[in-house]
């Protein structure tokens, strides 16, 4: 049981550059998020989905765009990186815990891309 | 809107003592889920503590314990015999249910930076 695994762990991009941020979970989670970290702040939402084919816009989409083809992938897609898109970007799944009566998140471990 | 709010940029507490790290929050629902996360320096985000908005007792989860007065809409962390290794950024985050469907988005604070202090 891994987890929630984000791919890669550090990336350096060129100003107008494509790339993929990688994420999965094993847990089969419905719930994705995708977040951003600016220095000296707190998470803001992306994009999130609730299952496998619906995704949905969050608090900062701009710049960004996802898919959810299957219950345990979900990419997020830079076009065009610029310099306001470096950060720190955690990916999460969310489930109901039965034992707790609680919502629970689990985080991945980070992507932290430099755009320059 | 929902939001979260941390007053203290940064904190300093001393080895063995206890620590309260401020969170208020405002919201209009009468269900949601408050929840601090440690961040340390690794850039991790670790969960702590969860307390549900009709709980009625505090929640405590070993030494952290969250002392929740709904009244005045806070949800301080309290982390009892600090330890060296408590050194991180602590986030008190908020279940939205305006994004994320109906197990929700969480809304983070700006974070506190802990350290302790041998």
Redesign the interface.
Known sequence: NAGVTQTPKFRILKIGQSMTLQCAQDMNHN?M?WYRQDP??????IY?S?GAGIT?K??VPNGYNVSRSTTEDFPLRLELAAPSQTS?Y?C?S???DTQ??????T?G??T?LTVV | AQKITQTQPGMFVQEKEAVTLDCTYDTSDQSYGLFWYKQPSSGEMIFLIYQGSYDEQNATEGRYSLNFQKARKSANLVISASQLGDSAMYFCAMREVSYGGSQGNLIFGKGTKLSVKP
């Open positions: 719930y998020y000296g702040m707190g998470l803001k939402l999130y609730v949905d969050g608090e720190v955690f999460a969310s489930y109901w707790t009566n609680n919502y629970g998140y985080f471990s980070g932290r």
